[in-house]
């Protein structure tokens, strides 16, 4: 394996011809790097960022991408992850495990594996019941992502006559009239400019991607929807969050039940794209997802 110093933390690096990765060592389990190789970093790159917890601890975000279970509960969810982990080196990947959490008996792991020489990644999240009795939860795959972009949020088109086809949940803390969201028929646009206040929403995503630009790049992560399964938060697959430091691309996998020594995968692919275009409006992200046959 190849080590490395980033935002001093111990890390593990992973490359193919075309883009780089770097998994932290020293805590997390994070992916706090992705970039084309000479490129900059798209993630957010949070090593002070905290909040606190119930119990007046913090909990370190340190940027990047992470694995949580679903619901969010501040006692459950934001458990510390700042001890070292275990970063094993497989074909094409790394397999990163976090030690078992005390307090839920859960064992969080991800797998990620280049696509040959392309800029795509498959991230496979694993979910593991350690503990003596059933834990309802499920996979949460969270990236953070520098500000200055836009996140394109898509939205379903299945036609169905005089019946509904699509359903947006909203965070108590979200403003509708913020100016830095664009409310499409086909698509929700979020500049990540916010000078104040978060905002959020979350939707089922039939569509099965959602995508952030930044400086000419377009990152793309892919995952399934099952629409006969259930979803937390009002049946979200899908959601965006923003605030002044950071904006995240969530996916959610379905509500299940792990028993004793059983697991819960979701898997997410990773794309990206060079010299995209800024998608200023509805019509222009219409465009660049015909031109990239993001559909």
Not at 163 to 179: D, G, H, K, Q
Request: charged share 20%.
């Amino acid at each position: 394996m190849n080590t490395t110093k980033f935002l001093d933390f111990d890390c593990v690096s992973l490359e193919n011809a075309a883009i780089s990765l770097l998994v932290t060592q020293s805590v997390g389990l994070r992916v706090i790097s992705l970039r084309f190789n000479g490129g900059d970093n798209l993630f957010a790159e949070l090593p002070d960022y905290v909040t606190r917890r119930p119990d007046g601890e913090a909990f370190h975000f340190y940027g990047g991408h992470r694995l949580w279970h679903a619901p969010e509960n501040m006692s459950r969810t934001y458990i510390q992850d700042d001890g070292t982990v275990d970063v094993v080196p497989t074909r094409n990947g790394l397999s990163i495990t976090q030690p078992v959490e005390v307090q839920t008996g859960i064992e969080k792991s991800i797998l990620i594996s280049l696509v040959e020489q392309k800029p795509q990644v498959i991230v496979r999240h694993t979910l593991t019941n350690r503990g003596l009795w059933p834990v309802e939860c499920a996979p949460w795959a969270i990236t953070q992502l520098k500000t200055g972009g836009v996140a394109i949020l898509p939205q379903s088109q299945q036609q169905t006559e005089v019946l509904p086809n699509r359903s947006l949940v909203l965070w108590p803390y979200t403003e509708i009239a913020n100016p830095h969201v664009s409310w499409g028929d086909q698509y929700i646009l979020v500049r990540a400019e916010l000078k104040d206040r978060a905002f959020k929403v979350g939707f089922p995503n039939l569509r099965g991607w959602l995508a952030y630009w930044h400086t000419g790049t377009l990152f793309v992560k892919r995952a399934s929807f099952d629409p006969q399964a259930a979803y937390y938060d009002f049946n979200c697959s899908s959601e965006c969050y923003c605030n002044q430091h950071f904006l995240e691309l969530e996916t959610l996998a379905p509500i299940c039940t792990l028993e004793p020594g059983a697991s819960a995968i979701h898997a997410e692919t990773w794309e990206l794209y060079a010299n995209v275009d800024f998608p200023a409006d509805e019509a222009a992200a219409q465009s660049l997802v015909e031109k990239l046959g993001l559909e």
